[in-house]
């Protein structure tokens, strides 16, 4: 199995910029997409971005121009960078992972904790 670790959470002011990272570790295949998911006081868990292991990468469109999703496939690692946050960035972001045990079993998912993000207007 995953385990998902986010670390960089914090409070900020409105425009200012914020890096999540998010730590795999366990024993796995292989991982294959990874991304971000926040969800907000009293909303539904929401996407933020996802990116496959060649590095294409997806963003909800609240997002596109200001956050950008990376990966480091040989460290296990993806990160967030945001910038020019909102209030309406605040939220606890979650990474995920879709990974493999074997070759031949079937894709699975892993959650991280989450890390809290605070934006002040």
């Known amino acids: 199995q995953v385990q998902l670790v986010e670390s960089g959470g914090g409070l900020v002011q409105a425009g200012e910029s914020l890096r999540l990272s998010c730590a795999a570790s366990?024993?796995?295949?292989?991982?294959?997409?990874m991304g971000w998911y926040r969800q907000a006081p009293g909303k539904q868990r929401e996407l933020v971005a996802t990116i496959s292991v060649s590095s294409n990468t997806n963003y909800a469109d609240s997002v596109k121009g200001r956050f950008t999703i990376s990966r480091d496939n040989a460290k296990n690692m993806v990160y967030l960078q945001m910038n020019k946050l909102k209030p309406e960035d605040t939220a606890v972001y979650y990474c995920?992972?879709?990974?493999?045990?074997?070759?031949?079993?079937?894709?699975?998912?892993?959650w991280g904790q989450g890390t809290q993000v605070i934006v002040s207007s």
């Open positions: 366990g024993v796995f295949f292989t991982i294959n997409a």
């Open positions: 995920s992972a879709e990974y493999k045990l074997t070759l031949m079993q079937s894709t699975k998912t892993s």
